[in-house]
């Protein structure tokens, strides 16, 4: 089945307080991105890569793409407002059915272990979406007081966010402008049951300054 990878790179990064957005940021001299990408590619040689960018910086995306990526077939759409508007439009770009991972740009540390897992279980029950337990107490905020709640309950969720090309992208169309943070709640407010794979404690959102040390 063929394989795919949005990259959603379509952000600002207004946390990260830097004028450069955070995907484009230099870790060990290499662009964020380009840490993110290379991950995919170690995972599976014939994955294709769709990458999501802000309109403003497509030219520093073919700066980067040609220093980096000589001569690779790496397909580029524009980002939305939102995450879910920038995955979207990444979706277009896909013709024929398979299995999409979407990931975010900012969590180069993925391990191209927890790739093939999620693409092994959307393959096997139409999604795989990385998740870690909680290691911190949790709360929940009900108006001016706090309530104790049983961690067991929950877990975090992470990228990549794997589906099957069609199921996803139906999913999409169906939800509409509805304000997901990210693709499993689409997949699962379409009707569809969300199957978790291990994530890990190192697959960091690159968010605020604190996480780029
Ligand atoms: N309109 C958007 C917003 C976010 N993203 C991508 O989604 C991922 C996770 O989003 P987040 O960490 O929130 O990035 P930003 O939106 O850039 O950051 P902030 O919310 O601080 O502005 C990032 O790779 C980001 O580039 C995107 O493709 N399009
Ligand atoms: C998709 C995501 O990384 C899963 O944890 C997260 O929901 C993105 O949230 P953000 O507010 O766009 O950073």
Not at 99 to 109: E, N, S, T
């Amino acid at each position: 089945m063929k394989k795919y990878a949005i990259i959603v790179a379509g952000g600002t990064g207004t946390r990260m307080k830097s004028t450069v957005p955070k995907q484009f940021l230099l870790v060990d001299d290499v662009p964020i991105i380009v840490h993110t990408i290379r991950k995919f590619q170690s995972s599976n040689k014939e994955i294709e890569i769709i990458v999501v960018l802000p309109e403003a910086h497509i030219k520093r995306w073919e700066a980067i793409q040609f220093q980096f990526f000589p001569d690779q077939n790496i397909q580029t759409a524009i980002g939305g407002i939102t995450r879910s508007a920038s995955v979207l439009s990444g979706l277009t770009l896909i013709q024929e059915d398979g299995l999409v991972a979407i990931h975010d740009a900012v969590r180069p540390f993925v391990h191209p272990d927890i790739i093939n897992a999620s693409f092994k279980a959307a393959d096997e029950s139409g999604s795989g979406v990385a998740a870690v337990d909680l290691k911190d107490s949790i709360r929940e905020l009900e108006g001016a007081k706090s309530i104790a709640r049983d961690r067991s309950n929950y877990v975090l969720v992470q990228t990549p966010q794997t589906f099957r090309v069609s199921a996803i992208k139906a999913a999409y169309k169906k939800a509409g402008a509805g304000l997901f943070t990210d693709d499993a709640s689409v997949y699962e407010a379409a009707g569809n049951h969300v199957s978790l794979v291990a994530g890990s404690y190192d697959n960091i959102k690159i968010t605020t300054p604190e996480d780029l040390k």
